[in-house]
Each structure stands twice: as structure tokens, then as C-alpha cells.
């Protein structure tokens, strides 16, 4: 199974700061990689897609880059509604696998 | 809208059988391979199980074959997982997804059904 290790699994963070997610592939996983946002009780929801596509109706502070092991999310200026978990998942290969999270917490 | 909708959680004792079900709203299942992705506190998400457009093609993970079985009704535009020989390790909640094809990103997922292994 591909692993897909995240970095960090909390961040602390302030309204308007600028954060940065990593994700990382055990293996080369060409652009087959999402990132999602994930609050309490609520669905997961796809914020990007192809490791870089914006998803439709995303805002554009967030942004996705990387590819092959790589892969990074990045939160610009953010707002108090970003408060949440995010997690990465790869879709290269079955099993598809998840990093473990990124709590980002006030 | 679209929308996923799953049902059926609940508590069983080890050994025991649960069917979960997710129902489909704002699009066809038809035109989507459907997911079912579980998430343990503590322990992340684990995918579990896939079944494509005609439900002819399905795939699981290695902790569930063998005991979990994943099908789809057209007519009620709805997927099930009937879970069977239910482990404490089982527990979790359970998700449902949707992606455009194999091997694609899930885009849309379910709020979530909870399932409790337990004595």
C-alpha cells in the first residue's frame, strides 16, 4: 500500500496568517492526490483536486502544489471559517490511503 | 443539489451484522463508482470498499474481505455494505463517496453513519 505521511498533525495559527500542509507519497503517485477540509459532525469536502485544481466554489486563498511524493496545501490570509482538519488522499493506486490529518486550531 | 445520505449505523456485539445504506440524491449512481471510506478515532481514514457503474467490478480492503459485501440499486438510486462477522476494530464512522471513474478523486461524500462494535 502507498503511505501517505502528513506534516504537521496540529498547527496553531492566527486570522490572516498564511499556513502550509505537506504531504508526502512512500511512492510516486503522478498528480492522483486531493486535499479536503473536514469540521465536527460535518461531510468532508473536496478542496482540491490533481494535487493543484481548485475545486468549484473553493476560495482562492487555498492552493495545491506538487507531484510524484511530494504535495503541499496552502491556506493564504486565513479566515476565521478555516478552523478545521485537513487530510490528503491519493487515488493512484487501490487501496486509496489518507494522511493522518492536520488539525489547524486558533 | 447533490447529496449522500447514509443510514443503518448502530451498536452490535462482536461477531455480529449490520447493514449500512446510502442514498443518492441529485445525480444518478449510475453515471458514478460509489466508496465507502471509514474513519476510527485515533486512527485516521481507511478506505474499505468500492463498486463501479453496473456494480460488476467491486474491490475491498484486505481488513474487510471476506466478511463485508458492497451493492447498488439503480431503481432506488442507493448503495449498501452489509457488514458481517463484525470485529471491535470495525468501529468507526462510516462514510459514503462518489468519483467521476477508477481510480479518480472522491468528490462528493456523506455525513457520516457511527458504527459500535461492542459487548
Known amino acids: 500500500d502507498i503511505q501517505m505521511t502528513q506534516s504537521p498533525s496540529s498547527l496553531s495559527a492566527s486570522v490572516g496568517d498564511r499556513v502550509t500542509i505537506t504531504c508526502r507519497a512512500s511512492q510516486g503517485i503522478r498528480n492522483d492526490l486531493g486535499w479536503y477540509q473536514q469540521k465536527p459532525g460535518k461531510a468532508p469536502k473536496r478542496l482540491i483536486y490533481a494535487a493543484s485544481t481548485l475545486q468549484s466554489g473553493v476560495p482562492s486563498r487555498f492552493s495545491g502544489s506538487g507531484s510524484e511524493t511530494e504535495f503541499t496545501l496552502t491556506i493564504n490570509s486565513l479566515q476565521p471559517e478555516d478552523f478545521a482538519t485537513y487530510f490528503c488522499l491519493q487515488h493512484n493506486t487501490y487501496p486509496y490511503t489518507f494522511g493522518q490529518g492536520t488539525k489547524l486550531e486558533i | 443539489e447533490v447529496q449522500l445520505v447514509e443510514a443503518g449505523g448502530g451498536v452490535v456485539q462482536p461477531g455480529g451484522s449490520l447493514r449500512l445504506s446510502c442514498a443518492a440524491s441529485g445525480f444518478s449512481i449510475d453515471d458514478y463508482v460509489l466508496h465507502w471510506v471509514r474513519q476510527v478515532p485515533g486512527k485516521g481514514l481507511e478506505w474499505v470498499s468500492l463498486?463501479?457503474?453496473?456494480?460488476?467490478?467491486?474491490n475491498y480492503a484486505d481488513s474487510v474481505k471476506g466478511r463485508f459485501t458492497i451493492s447498488r440499486d439503480k431503481r432506488r438510486n442507493s448503495m449498501f455494505l452489509q457488514m458481517n462477522t463484525l470485529r471491535s476494530e470495525d468501529s468507526g464512522v462510516y462514510y459514503c463517496a462518489r468519483a467521476v471513474g477508477n481510480l479518480y478523486s472522491l468528490d462528493y461524500w456523506g455525513q457520516g453513519a457511527l458504527v459500535t462494535v461492542s459487548s
Open positions: 463498486i463501479n457503474w453496473d456494480g460488476d467490478n467491486t
